[in-house]
């Protein structure tokens, strides 16, 4: 039985990377199997179904991904200006980028109503409104959710233009955020 977690959890990893490295446009089950040296009919012994399969596997890439923000910038208040300039800076980074994209294709999934990717970004939606208010100088409250919806908005924003060939515009709109005194 600790074989088959070792090996469930080799196979987790793996497809992890290959969602990053690919994005949600190769998975098909042959395309997920290959990705693990595996076979389909193995992956459905370590999964019950690609919708378990994609949810466990899309946690991992979220669990990675909150230990990278949580280490990036730790969580102490700050002004709505510098968290977004903190942050913004922290998406562009060449390691961030295979993880920016995955979000991407997966609100794009989520839009299209596919199973499971509704759900999925809807939870990790949650969690980023809630990783940003915490580090939000001022009190809890609807202001506060407010700020960091758009910060979260700005974010992805800029986020949507640097991975679909927008580069100079995100330049541009992170560039002015340093002209914006407070939000």
Same mark, same amino acid.
């Given at each position: 039985?600790?074989?088959?977690?070792?090996?469930?959890?080799?196979?987790?990893?793996?497809?992890?990377?290959?969602?990053?490295?690919?994005?949600?446009?190769?998975?098909?089950?042959?395309?997920?199997?290959?990705?693990?040296?595996?076979?389909?009919?193995?992956?459905?012994?370590?999964?019950?179904?690609?919708?378990?399969?994609?949810?466990?596997?899309?946690?991992?890439?979220?669990?990675?991904?909150?230990?990278?923000?949580?280490?990036?910038?730790?969580?102490?208040?700050?002004?709505?200006?510098?968290?977004?300039?903190?942050?913004? #800076?922290? =998406?562009?980074?060449? &390691? +961030?980028?295979?993880?920016?994209?995955?979000?991407?294709?997966?609100? *794009? $999934?989520? @839009?299209?109503?596919?199973?499971?990717?509704?759900?999925?970004?809807?939870?990790?939606?949650?969690?980023?409104?809630?990783?940003?208010?915490?580090?939000?100088?001022?009190?809890?409250?609807?202001?506060?959710?407010?700020?960091?919806?758009?910060?979260? #908005?700005? =974010?992805?924003?800029? &986020? +949507?233009?640097?991975?679909?060939?927008?580069?100079?515009?995100?330049? *541009? $709109?992170? @560039?002015?955020?340093?002209?914006?005194?407070?939000?």
């Amino acid at each position: 039985m600790a074989d088959r977690q070792a090996q469930r959890e080799k196979v987790i990893q793996a497809l992890a990377d290959h969602l990053l490295a690919n994005g949600l446009g190769q998975t098909s089950l042959r395309q997920l199997a290959a990705a693990c040296d595996t076979s389909d009919r193995m992956l459905l012994y370590y999964f019950t179904d690609k919708t378990e399969i994609m949810t466990t596997v899309l946690g991992r890439v979220t669990e990675h991904f909150s230990v990278v923000l949580d280490q990036a910038l730790p969580a102490q208040e700050m002004a709505p200006h510098d968290l977004l300039l903190k942050a913004t #800076a922290l =998406i562009r980074t060449p &390691a +961030m980028r295979p993880t920016m994209r995955l979000w991407l294709d997966m609100v *794009a $999934a989520a @839009a299209r109503e596919e199973p499971p990717f509704p759900a999925i970004a809807k939870s990790l939606l949650h969690q980023l409104m809630h990783w940003i208010e915490v580090r939000l100088e001022g009190p809890s409250g609807d202001a506060k959710r407010q700020r960091a919806a758009f910060l979260l #908005a700005v =974010i992805d924003g800029i &986020a +949507m233009f640097d991975m679909k060939g927008g580069v100079a515009e995100a330049d *541009a $709109a992170e @560039a002015a955020l340093t002209n914006i005194a407070m939000l």
